[in-house]
């Protein structure tokens, strides 16, 4: 059982993105902002920090995501979440935690759900992550304004 223990534990909580992994990404979706990043892992250049708090600050664009893999992700994808009725696109890089209530109330009802093969090395690491990896993506929903209370008689809407 210790070898469980060790295997899937981990003091560090922030990963650095694989560039193989972030860059067919960022052709597809054309990333704006990172919102959970530092100087020297950003892969975006407009990105928070932890100093900007990216749980409180307003997410805008196309974000990509890596969060930190601790007590608060299920916290960065509610957020990542709450943003499309904002219009944001919002691209997470998230352990697969499917047996957690908020993998089911979150990403399977809202998100876009894509298993990563194999075990990607992110930057630090020596070796792949020893659990699995999902992509979620939550698309932005369309910003309705100005939105009529009533359709005119005879407008076919």
């Known amino acids: 059982m210790a070898r469980l ?6 003091d560090k909580v922030e990963w650095e993105t694989p560039l193989d992994l972030f860059n067919p990404l960022d052709e597809e979706f054309g990333f704006t902002l990172d919102v ?3 100087s020297t892992n950003a892969k975006c250049d407009d990105y928070l920090t932890l100093s900007d708090d990216g749980l409180n600050t307003s997410w805008s664009g196309v974000c990509w995501c890596n969060p930190p893999y601790g007590r608060d992700l299920s916290k960065w ?10 219009g944001v696109t919002s691209v997470f890089l998230i352990p697969v935690r499917s ?3 908020w993998w089911h ?14 075990r990607p090395k992110f930057g630090g690491a020596d070796q792949g992550l020893p659990w699995p ?10 910003i309705l304004q100005n939105k009529p209370k009533h359709q005119p008689e005879g407008s076919g809407v």
């Open 5 to 10: 223990d060790k295997q899937f534990s981990s």
């Open 36 to 38: 959970a990043a530092d």
């Open 77 to 86: 994808v509610r957020k990542g979440c709450v943003e499309t009725w904002n």
């Open 99 to 101: 047996n957690t209530k």
């Open 105 to 118: 109330d979150l990403c399977i009802p809202f998100g876009e759900i894509r298993f990563v093969k194999g």
């Open 133 to 142: 990896l999902a992509i979620i993506v939550f698309r932005g929903k369309p």
